[in-house]
């Protein structure tokens, strides 16, 4: 066999005499890992973030490589969320079925802990920082500043645990969501414990007191059990091991027979708006980040619906939901698709976002998927203070009740009885869906409902979800479902290419035309504001 060269390495970096392919590969883990590429051809050339469909593949390459005996993961600057971690502890656990896999974390976190738990081993620099507090939210709320600016904020609700706008309108945290943060920081806590417990082979009881230990260091995090060494990445390596760039062409690629039929995955990310599906990148509240526009997301499953090679659709979701309008259209084609849907659960399947996917044949959630919030929402801001302040005067002009969402005066007493009964048909709307999708009573559905969010894992106990588990388990799933081998092939699905101009200068045009309200004309949500980021 020819000697195995790497031209960017010098002579002295060459493999050891006798090998001539490495023996351990170095794969790195950093970021914060969106699920999957973007399909759309120049997007994805763009994109300079790792996906965890990336990660997989290289995974499962590596996995099926017969030279290579082990895996060196190197978790450090990891920013994804509880749900992603946990997702790559499965994959991690899937290449440690075949290869010897060691994590190396210089930071001892919630999140890297949970991901590199799906390797058999734990090493830790003796320098590394150490953070294992549990979890938290830390919530700003807006209504006293926006108050003090002479803008307040109608919030009309079904029903007391939806806090969509509520960091809106009012100055505090209300018991009702105080008590449903608690308890799904709470599930994320039990999950972390079982999956860390599991991992390293000690009672929960054992993991949960790594919470509370006052864990400062790696030699303290070895005695505790939370992690198997304490090394420095030089003493894990030798001089077999190689960088994953440096054997990419010794990974084959398997492939499934597409003749056989394929899978469709369809990923519906962001805030759920009416028309097309456009991006923000700018952090402002209410407007910012992705969205999926319910023409864009319909598209999708109505061409994975359409090809004759497709036998089962995996709907990915990640969104806190939105236009109560725009869920009800995307849940419609999942409710009339002859073929079997699954779906899978990201960081958030919430309100809107549970909505689209309530008749799915099949709901896969990660145990610490924020779900629920079964309820509606709907209001404005009101600026006739900061309009006086500043002196600028709307001149109402026609029927009152034309301008009922204008900014400029609060609602009537009739406006609002009549925004009220609409809001409540939204809502026995949601709960009828999800009460035949989920094979549940409405009363059932509105005693977990009314706007409460839940864990994943408490979500399953519920009966709001089927299993637990990743977006790999969610297409094994639909394979079962559709009659095909676990190695069928997939396709990430977008809608087919309409107009003269290409999609992603499309994209960049509707983004340009963003309004101060994100939902178009749609004013009842079945939303949950995303600002509830884990740490």
């Known amino acids: ?163 969509a706008l509520t960091r809106f309108s009012q100055d505090h945290m209300d018991d009702a969501n105080r008590e449903q943060l608690t308890a799904y920081l709470n599930g994320l806590e039990t999950a972390w414990a079982l999956d860390l417990s599991a991992a390293r082979g000690v009672g929960e009881e054992t993991a949960r007191a790594w919470l509370t230990g006052d864990l400062t260091s790696a030699r303290a995090a070895e005695e505790a059990g939370l992690i198997t060494r304490v090394a420095y990445e030089d003493e894990l390596v030798g001089p077999g091991t190689r960088p994953l760039a440096a054997v990419i062409d010794l990974l084959m690629p398997r492939r499934g027979n597409a003749k056989d039929g394929r899978v469709a995955v369809v990923s519906l990310v962001g805030t759920i708006v009416p028309g097309k599906s456009r991006n923000n990148p700018l952090p402002i509240p209410l407007l910012g980040g992705p969205q999926a526009g319910s023409d864009t997301v319909v598209a999708a499953l109505k061409r994975a619906k359409k090809d004759d090679k497709t036998k089962a659709i995996v709907l990915y979701v990640n969104s806190g939901g939105g236009s109560a309008l725009a869920s009800d259209l995307i849940w419609r084609e999942v409710a009339t698709s002859e073929k079997p849907v699954v779906a899978v659960m990201g960081e958030y399947a919430a309100s809107g976002g549970y909505y689209v996917l309530a008749h799915a044949r099949h709901v896969v959630a990660s145990p610490y998927t924020l779900t629920g919030s079964i309820g509606v929402v709907s209001g404005k801001p009101v600026l006739r203070e900061f309009n006086a302040r500043h002196g600028l005067k709307p001149e109402p002009v026609g029927r009152e009740r034309a301008l009922m969402y204008s900014a400029s005066r609060p609602f009537s007493d009739e406006e609002r009885a009549h925004v009220e009964k609409g809001i409540s048909e939204v809502y026995d709307r949601f709960v009828t869906r999800v009460a035949q999708g989920r094979k549940m009573t409405p009363q059932r ?91």
Not at 150 to 162: A, D, M, P, S, T
Not at 499 to 507: D, H, R, S
């Open 1 to 163: 066999m020819a000697p195995f060269n790497i031209p960017f390495l010098k002579n002295e970096d060459k493999l050891p005499g006798g090998v001539s392919r490495p023996t351990w590969v170095i794969l790195d883990v950093t970021g914060a890992y969106p699920e999957r590429q973007p399909a759309n051809p120049i997007q994805a050339l763009l994109n300079r973030e790792d996906t965890l469909e990336a990660l997989e593949a290289r995974a499962e390459k590596l996995r099926h490589a017969d030279w290579l005996h082990g895996v060196l993961v190197r978790i450090s600057e990891f920013t994804a969320a509880p749900a992603t971690a946990h997702a790559i502890r499965q994959i991690l656990a899937r290449l440690g079925q075949d290869k010897r896999v060691i994590a190396y974390l210089p930071q001892l976190t919630m999140t890297a802990l949970l991901a590199a738990s799906g390797a058999k081993e734990i090493a830790a620099p003796e320098s590394a920082d150490v953070l294992v507090p549990g979890f938290a939210v830390e919530p700003t709320f807006l209504g006293e500043f926006l108050k003090k600016s002479g803008v307040e904020f109608e919030n009309l609700r079904i029903r007391e645990y939806k806090a």
């Open 445 to 535: 559905v509105n005693e977990i409902g009314r706007g409460r969010i839940w864990s994943g894992l408490d979500a399953l106990d519920l009966g709001l979800v089927d299993e637990l588990g990743d977006l790999h388990l969610g297409i094994e799933r639909a394979c079962e479902l559709a009659g095909l081998p676990y190695d069928a092939p997939t396709w990430n699905v977008t809608p087919a290419r309409t107009g003269p101009l290409p999609e992603f200068v499309q994209e960049a045009a509707r983004a340009a035309q963003l309004s101060v309200w994100p939902f178009g004309r749609e004013r009842v949500l079945t939303w949950l504001d995303q600002e509830i980021k884990v740490r």
